[in-house]
């Protein structure tokens, strides 16, 4: 596969941006490997500036539900051009949306837009600071909620410990009033909550999307709630891959939780920058201008973002039998790898859940960060650059999660199937 357009714009770009790109992951270093150019996108297709077509999992990272330039989603926001790009003004858009979001989602009442996932989890923590006059957050390993200085925080040796800066610019002094817990491991928000009295909120991917997909255990879900509920600690579901992708109400209707803040993003901007946080009434009436708690921006709510984002859920809305399908076509996807694992004697483990998964190349299941973060991640770069020059495009990273859009059919079903066919066959001999 030719990619020589992209090797010139990847050098170029490098001495203009740092690393060459505007977010880390893209640069392809966990896989050693320099990153193509996308010229245009089409349903469930990337085409580079080489004119090589790619099957794509990645799906802009989760921002895409229907498939690229859908047709209905192309039009609607071409009306939306037409009547401005950015107001910095009140408009119906807004209303449309906040409706459509509290209508999915019973736990909120009160719905605050903002421009991205990240301001939605960092306005999320403060609100959550102001209405309880408390510091500390917990969150577990391996959750990613975006840039966000109190967040960028490791667990260190122990189980649950203070966290220390996992990013560099974080100081100490606030990466401490973070507490971290492991996922599927109650015991260690229960250490957390005993010896700490100074927690404001608890912050959790229902379901985790940035250490893979993984799902939560029995009851997890819930007796963290439970706890949060007995300890006075705020909920935080952090939906932004999750929200609309699962089900149209997200992860908490599956688990049937009912957390008292919600962030949203990705899906709801129909593929533009977008965010949203939302809970209860009493709690949100501490944002600015009716509380003290402070949240603004120039772009919050653009007409746009706002015009794609509403298409979008009212597509699903008025759809949601795609959820059942999308279901069934990443089971029988499943289904096939494994047996194509097993063939080859490839350890390979799959979490899966509707509109996204995540092969593990494991010995045994992958429930938490532990076993996610000994997988053969040498494995994963094989796989990544072998299914690349096949037309399939995975995540430059084995702790991501592949994303399905409506687009996958049976034909591309099919084309990943075979692809992981020829792909597990000449790696059989290398693990």
């Known amino acids: 596969m030719n990619r020589d357009k992209s090797e010139a714009l990847f050098k170029k770009a490098i001495n203009l941006i740092p690393a060459g790109v505007n977010s880390p992951v893209r640069a392809f270093r966990s896989v050693n490997e320099n990153p193509f150019y996308v ?49 910095g003004a009140c408009h119906p858009g807004e209303i449309d949306i906040a409706e459509l979001i509290i ?81 599927n491991h109650i015991e260690t928000v229960k250490r957390i909550i005993r010896e700490h009295k100074d927690i404001a909120c608890l912050i959790m991917e229902p379901i985790m999307g940035n ?70 009434r009493r709690i949100m009436e501490s944002v600015a201008p009716l509380g003290d708690t402070y949240q603004a921006g120039t772009l919050s709510g653009n007409p746009v973002a706002v015009r794609a984002g509403v298409y979008t859920l009212r597509y699903l809305r008025d759809h949601k039998e795609l959820y059942d399908l999308m279901t069934q076509r990443i089971e029988l996807m499943r289904d096939y790898i494994l047996k194509i694992a097993k063939k080859y004697d490839i350890p390979y483990y799959i979490n899966a859940t509707t509109g996204m998964f995540t092969g593990f190349f494991s010995t045994g299941s992958v429930n938490d960060y532990e076993a996610a973060a000994t997988c053969n991640r040498k494995a994963y770069e094989r796989f990544f650059k072998q299914m690349l020059s096949e037309g399939i495009f995975f995540a430059p990273s ?12 049976e034909r591309e079903i099919s084309k990943t199937v075979d692809s992981y066919e020829k792909v597990f066959r000449a790696m059989a001999s290398q693990l």
């Open 211 to 280: 250490m893979g997909v993984i799902l939560p255990e029995g009851d997890f879900l819930k007796d963290v709630q439970e706890m949060c509920q007995q300890s006075g600690i705020l909920l935080i579901c952090d939906e932004v891959i999750t929200g609309f992708r699962v089900t149209y109400g997200g992860a908490q209707h599956i688990y049937n939780i009912d957390p008292d803040i919600t962030c949203l993003g990705k899906i709801i901007g129909g593929g533009f920058a977008i965010g949203a946080f939302g809970g209860k």
């Open 103 to 183: 209508e999915a989602f019973p736990s909120i009442e009160l719905l605050r837009l903002t421009s991205s996932g990240t301001e939605a989890t960092m306005s999320a923590i403060r609100l959550a600071r102001g209405f309880t006059k408390k510091q500390g957050v917990i969150k577990f390993r391996g959750c990613y909620h975006g840039h966000v200085d109190s967040l960028l925080v490791k667990a260190g040796s122990g189980l649950a410990t203070f966290g220390t800066p996992d990013s560099g610019g974080v100081p100490e002094d606030l990466a401490k009033h973070t507490y971290v817990a492991e996922f």
């Open 39 to 87: 010229k245009r996108a089409k349903g469930a297709y990337l085409y580079d500036v080489d004119e090589n077509e790619y099957l794509d999992y990645v799906s802009s990272w989760g921002a895409i539900i229907l498939g690229h330039a859908d047709e209905g989603l192309v039009n609607a926001i071409k009306t939306a051009v037409e009547d401005g790009t950015s107001y």
């Open 398 to 409: 084995q702790f991501e999660a592949s994303i399905v859009t409506l687009c996958h059919k």
